[in-house]
């Protein structure tokens, strides 16, 4: 059965609000990043960028922000399709692992993240 | 489901048989409102200008100790409704919105025109029937919903202890038992080619009644609603005529200034359909072939009618094909609505009458709303008193049969046999092997409704008619069934519902022929006249011997003085 | 003469659901839809569909015309048949009993979840409970609803989880309820509905708006809910 179990809040309003949040977050980042491109970078000076504190700290929430946002919408999306009612109890089976590899995939991006970001 | 809702609530296990999902029931057609006098348009209303009103409409053979009971319990029932959540629209006080209707005055027609049906907008009927549904969830009325109920079950005393009914979505057939049955089946507009009413208005209650072999009250007394949509059939409010709306004949003449010179377009429906189908037949008829005449709506204003008629303007540019914003509305009158039905008292208990003429009750049978004549509309209902009676009376039936249940109940079982009987019907039925298509024979059977028992009516003509459908009766009992299957088998369906609209059909039109008067919906050409000196009392139809009988009309009410007969002009 | 293909399906006899080509001879006249399949069952009494008004208030006839989902008795010809072909298939998402007949009860389940009548625990008085007009306006656009299910069955997040999400009709009459100054169960009501399936299900996608037949806008009202639930939890 999907049930809410899996859910990043298991409230809908807490996970739509952190959709919504994450959502201003990551477009707030995004324009930064173009900006930045857009003023054509050399390595210098992506480097004395990245030194900041503040710009580490950003990239970070941003990070964070986007393995919440993906797992709520891809919450969403395998509770869609793939579940008993689709494809009978192999639905389940599906949607777990699916999800545990998207967990995965996002913890990697994240301990990744970090160890670029302050280069440990 | 108001009857049931009253048990629910007192804790009585109580099932709702239905053969469409609740919300489905014709009810939900019901536009203008729900009449009664709870004094918001007008503080100084008093129910028994209203029960003035409605004997005066019934042409006087409604029952005057039951027009009492609904004019004067109404104001508390109507009252229950809006605590249940009823959306009625309102007044600037916060009370519940009314506005005029056919047939209203106050101080007992001394005081013009009342302002006394109760409306939620043009949905009043919706907005009621959700919220009796919604009312029967709260208190988990069980739902038999998509069953058809075939026929009553009566024991070796005669008493009604349960019905046969079909689960149409499995086809299984099943012995419902019960204490008390109550029967709110709706109308049979559907005899008539030309109706309001929905397809699923077939008579059942009434037929599975005839056939049980107990008689039928005033059948022959049938509304036809002034404003029919024109070819469509689809009904629009008389609160479009309360609201300041009005009728008008190829010249762009108000005729009914006419006919009724103090209520005009508001006078009783009877008055009105009359006097319209008068200015068609003299050559004052609008379109093309002169068959209607027009509902003038657009000196309104836009504002008026979107926001008091927002369903009348859908339906008007739906199936009319014309903006009521605009341009007039095409009308004619249309059957809308069965006055007789299953003879009731007060407490909604069927009756029939012994050789004396004394009402005797049938014990476990119960009937309310449009099914029952009780009788609150004897020869012509008024708008919006349909509503009210059926909210009042199923309550009614709810509470005595909640009291009734208290004191204990002891009938005796159905037998094998009394089952048998009941199911004889639908073997044969399931048996049939030739025999005639049933939706051409109910054409024929609506056609000959149509043009011998309609607005206005003649003594050979309808003998005319009734020979017609006697030749029509083997071939309906004969129709074929050929689809046998199980599985939400319509057609299983349809054939006993052509079998109900036969039996409502020839009730009425034997006692149509019987009643040697014109009264309220009832115009005879060849008795145009009303006789009160032999035919001031019910029509009785016993169906074993196709008689037409009478029975007395009340005329005793318990607290006001009797209102006695009067030549009847608006 | 109109095409029609109609979806047809028997449980007793057929092992696959089938769609049928029927000729039906209009006359050349606007019809509505429901009243040409009158004209079909008037020639097979096998096909199966369900209606009663025919004007457009009781919800019987929902049924899915040419790709859209509206009722058959107030949808003209001439609003969905596109080169004289008229595709008729059951409401989509709900499993099909027979023919155009589908088993709503998952969509009434949804319906019954949100607790369709009003809830007051304060004493009824003598009279009605009085309510201004503004009030009285806010039911407008919510009450109206027919029950049809064109919405939910609309609806792809209904579709995925007709269990679980109560769906554009249900939610509609849900703020109905939460919208009525005379209802006093808001909190109780909205405490039921923070979960992520119930109503945070709709991603706005308003299929419901474009087909609802009494042109009532769910979308609208499940926003309205969405807001009284932020408020609730701020």
Redesign the interface.
């Known amino acids: 059965m999907v049930t809410a179990v899996t859910s990043l809040g298991r409230s809908g309003l807490y996970d739509w609000l952190m959709q919504r949040v994450t959502a201003v977050i990551l477009l707030a980042y995004f324009l930064f990043i173009g900006a930045v491109v857009i003023s054509g970078p050399g390595y210098a000076e992506w480097s004395a960028l990245f030194s900041q504190t503040w710009v580490r700290v950003f990239s970070m929430l941003a990070l964070l922000s986007l393995g919440a946002h993906a797992w709520v919408g891809l919450w969403a999306v395998f509770t869609d399709y793939f579940t008993e009612r689709m494809m009978g109890s192999a639905g389940n089976v599906i949607r777990l692992v699916a999800q545990f590899v998207t967990g995965i995939i996002m913890f990697t991006y994240t301990v990744w993240g970090i160890q670029i970001l302050w280069g440990l | 489901m108001r009857a049931a809702l009253q048990l629910s609530q007192s804790g009585f296990k109580t099932a709702v048989i239905s053969k469409?999902?609740p919300?489905?029931?014709?009810t939900?057609?019901a536009q203008g409102g729900i009449t009664c006098a709870?004094a918001s348009a007008d503080p100084n209303d008093d129910w028994r200008w209203h029960m003035y009103d409605t004997v005066k409409g019934s042409d006087y053979i409604g029952d005057q100790d039951a027009i009492e009971y609904m004019c004067s319990v109404g104001p508390e029932a109507?009252?229950e409704l809006?605590?249940?959540?009823l959306?009625?629209?309102?007044?600037?006080?916060?009370?519940?919105y009314q506005r005029p209707f056919g047939g209203q005055s106050k101080n007992y027609g001394e005081g013009g025109q009342a302002a006394r049906t109760c409306a939620?907008?043009d949905?009043t009927g919706?907005?009621l029937l959700?919220t009796l549904y919604?009312?029967n969830?709260?208190h988990e009325t069980v739902f038999f919903n998509e069953w058809y109920a075939t026929d009553l079950i009566k024991n070796q005393d005669g008493a009604v202890v349960g019905v046969i009914a079909i689960c149409m979505?499995t086809g299984e057939t099943v012995h419902i038992k019960s204490k008390a049955t109550v029967l709110a089946t709706g109308g049979a507009g559907r005899i008539y080619a030309s109706t309001t009413n929905?397809?699923?208005n077939t008579g059942d209650g009434i037929g599975m009644v005839l056939r049980a072999g107990f008689p039928v009250q005033d059948i022959e007394m049938w509304q036809f609603h002034p404003t029919g949509i024109a070819g469509a059939g689809?009904?629009v409010t008389e609160g479009c005529r309360g609201e300041g709306g009005y009728l008008i004949n190829k010249d762009g003449e108000r005729f009914m200034e006419r006919y009724a010179p103090n209520a005009k377009d508001l006078a009783g429906r009877d008055v009105v359909a009359r006097s319209m189908v008068m200015e068609i037949l003299e050559g004052r008829g609008c379109g093309p072939n002169g068959d209607h005449v027009f509902l003038k709506l657009d000196h309104l204003g836009e504002e008026v009618l979107e926001s008091r008629l927002p369903?009348i303007c859908?339906?008007s540019r739906?199936?009319a094909h014309a903006d009521p914003v605009k341009e007039p509305v095409p009308v004619v009158p249309t059957c809308h609505y069965m006055m007789g039905g299953i003879p009731t008292n007060v407490h909604g208990q069927a009756l029939i009458v012994d050789q004396n003429g004394a009402d005797v009750v049938i014990p476990g049978l119960y009937a309310c709303g449009e099914v029952a004549c009780v009788s609150v509309h004897g020869a012509n209902r008024l708008g919006g008193n349909s509503l009210l009676d059926l909210v009042v009376f199923g309550r009614a039936s709810g509470l005595f049969i909640e009291k009734s249940l208290r004191e204990g109940v002891e009938m005796r079982d159905a037998s094998e046999s009394d089952v048998e009987h009941a199911m004889s019907r639908l073997d044969k039925l399931n048996a049939s092997t030739g025999g005639e298509?049933?939706?051409?024979l109910r054409k024929e059977l609506q056609n000959t409704m149509q043009n011998h028992f309609g607005v206005f009516r003649d003594g050979p003509f309808m003998q005319e008619g009734i020979n017609k459908l006697a030749e029509l009766r083997s071939r309906i009992e004969n129709a074929q069934l050929?689809?046998k299957?199980?599985?939400?088998?319509?057609?299983r369906i349809?054939a006993l519902e052509l079998h109900n609209l036969f039996e409502v059909a020839e009730a009425t039109a034997i006692t149509a022929e019987a009643r040697k008067e014109s009264r309220g919906a009832h115009a005879r050409n060849d008795f145009d006249s009303r006789d009160d000196e032999n035919w001031l009392c019910h029509s009785m139809y016993f169906p074993t011997d196709k008689r037409v009988g009478k029975r007395k009309v009340n005329f005793e009410p318990k607290t006001v003085d009797t209102f006695q007969p009067k030549a009847r002009v608006y | 003469m109109l095409q029609v293909s109609i979806y047809r399906y028997n449980p007793e006899t057929d092992a696959e659901p089938y769609m049928q080509d029927v000729q039906v001879d209009t006359g050349g006249k606007d019809l509505m839809v429901l009243d040409v399949m009158e004209m079909i069952k008037a020639q097979d009494t096998t096909v199966v569909y369900r209606r009663s008004c025919r004007e457009g208030v009781c919800g019987s006839d929902g049924v899915n015309m040419n790709g859209v989902n509206g009722l058959a008795c107030v949808t003209a010809l001439s609003k969905v048949v596109k080169n004289n072909k008229l595709v008729l298939r059951p409401l989509p998402g709900l499993p099909v009993i027979r023919d155009l007949v589908v088993d709503m009860s998952l969509f009434y389940a949804q319906y019954e979840k949100v607790q369709p009548y009003l809830q007051n625990d304060t004493p009824a008085p003598a009279i009605e409970r009085l309510q201004s007009p503004e009030e009285r306006e806010k039911l407008d656009g919510l009450y109206e609803c027919i029950l049809c299910a064109c919405c939910s069955t609309s609806c792809p997040s209904f579709w995925w989880n007709p269990d679980r999400f109560i769906g554009p009709a249900g939610l509609l009459q849900s703020y109905r309820f939460l919208a009525d100054s005379r209802d006093t169960a808001t909190e109780a009501r909205l405490a039921k509905l923070d979960d992520p399936f119930s109503v945070f299900r709709c991603h706005g996608i308003q299929n419901c708006v474009n087909v609802c037949p009494k042109g009532l806008n769910p979308t609208r009202a499940i926003g309205h809910i969405r807001n009284m639930l932020l408020t609730r939890a701020t």
């Open positions: 469409v999902f919300t489905r029931s014709h939900v057609s709870i109507v009252f809006e605590h249940m959540g959306p009625f629209s309102r007044t600037e006080e916060g009370r519940i939620a907008a949905r919706h907005a959700h919604q009312g969830l709260k979505e929905a397809h699923i689809v009904l369903g859908e339906l739906t199936f298509n049933v939706s051409e050929a689809d299957s199980m599985a939400f088998n319509t057609a349809e």
